[in-house]
């Protein structure tokens, strides 16, 4: 039905450090036909080589990012890096919900944590750990997207990130990492089964 309010219906939140793969995650959840459809988040942030508007962000400016502050229409929102906005709109909660689908969000610590007080039991918030930060450091270096400087940045936010992750509902460690896939396949399965909640 659409125009209904959904808070009644069931989200995925997917947080972790950067570089713990977390999008490696949600990309393996996205292809295992169990209903869900990533939620695209607005950012002030320039868009990178390579993304498209409206696929890995709706790209807008301070501004107007401020405007939608302003009038109500976000979800949740986090300036994650400085002078950088980024939020979830609740009308892609909404298109989602009349997609049929279950949204599954990609969302800094404190945004999942945010997210997770609204929804209650009808979120599942997941947090993704790496095996240890000099593990998080070779992922990262393989990677090879960061300059050092921005590698020692994420590094070091890494260490706070970290101190979330009780607060979660599951703590997946991403060491091995087909091992890592099926855990959170059966997570989520699991609580997506779960008519009582
Ligand atoms: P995030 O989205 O959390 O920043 P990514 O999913 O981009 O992290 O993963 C960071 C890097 O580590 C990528 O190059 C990815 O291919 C690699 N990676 C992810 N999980 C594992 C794993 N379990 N073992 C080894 N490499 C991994
Ligand atoms: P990126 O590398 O895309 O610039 O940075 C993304 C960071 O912002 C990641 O930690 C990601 O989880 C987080 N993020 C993306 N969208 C949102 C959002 O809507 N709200 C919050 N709180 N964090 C977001």
């Not at 393989?142 to 994420?154: A, F, H, M, V």
């Amino acid at each position: 039905m659409k125009g209904r309010v959904h808070r009644n219906d069931k989200i995925i939140i997917v947080s972790a450090p950067s570089g713990a793969g977390k999008s490696t995650v949600v990309k393996h959840l996205l292809a295992a036909g169990l209903g869900l459809e990533f939620s695209i988040s607005a950012t002030s942030r320039k868009m990178r080589e390579g993304e498209v508007n409206g696929r890995e962000y709706y790209f807008i400016s301070a501004d107007e990012f401020r405007d939608k502050i302003k009038e109500g229409e976000l979800l949740e929102w986090q300036e994650v890096y400085q002078g950088s906005y980024y939020g979830t709109l609740n009308s892609e909660v909404q298109r989602i919900h009349d997609n049929g689908n279950i949204p599954i969000f990609d969302l800094d610590v404190v945004g999942g944590l945010n997210v997770k007080k609204i929804y209650g039991n009808k979120a599942l918030a997941l947090f993704i750990k790496p095996p240890s930060i000099e593990v998080l450091e070779q992922r990262l270096r393989s990677r090879k997207s960061d300059s050092e400087e921005n590698l020692r940045k994420r590094l070091d936010k890494a260490a706070w990130e970290l101190e979330f992750a009780p607060r979660f509902d599951k703590v997946l460690v991403n060491g091995v990492l087909e091992v890592a896939l099926k855990n959170a396949e059966e997570v989520v399965k699991e609580f997506l089964n779960n008519k009582g909640k």
